[in-house]
């Protein structure tokens, strides 16, 4: 531990596993998406990302991390859980990495498809 972690956060300590147990502490889903997004240790990313998913986080969340994580299955993964086809579409067409770009065309198809029950279907009243 450094002299510095006395007076930081505890989301922001030296030791990786500080920061895990207080992303499962902090209710606080700006310091978990920032977590999630730029943390240096991976695990500590995906424990983010797992406490916001348990949450249930917002769409919002998703769209952010999709588009602004650091790590490639950071971004995979708020791929998987986005239902905002413009948000998804905008990363299938304009992402760096082609691995990203392939994941969020398969969840546009899944969507499309209503594969898994999630969009919602309009009756006409008849």
Known sequence: MG?????????????PDVR?????????ESILIEMAAKDREWFVRHNAFDVLRSRNC????YAHLARHAGDEEIRR??????????VL?????????RYIRDAAEHRLEELRENLWGEVEQTQSAG
């Open 58 to 61: 917002g769409q919002h969340v």
């Open 3 to 15: 002299v510095f972690d006395l007076f930081r956060p505890k989301w922001k300590h030296s030791d």
């Open 20 to 28: 895990v147990a207080a992303a499962n502490e902090t209710s606080d």
């Open 77 to 86: 993964k708020a791929i998987k859980r986005l239902t905002d086809q413009a």
């Open 89 to 97: 579409q905008g990363v299938a067409s304009g992402d760096k990495y």
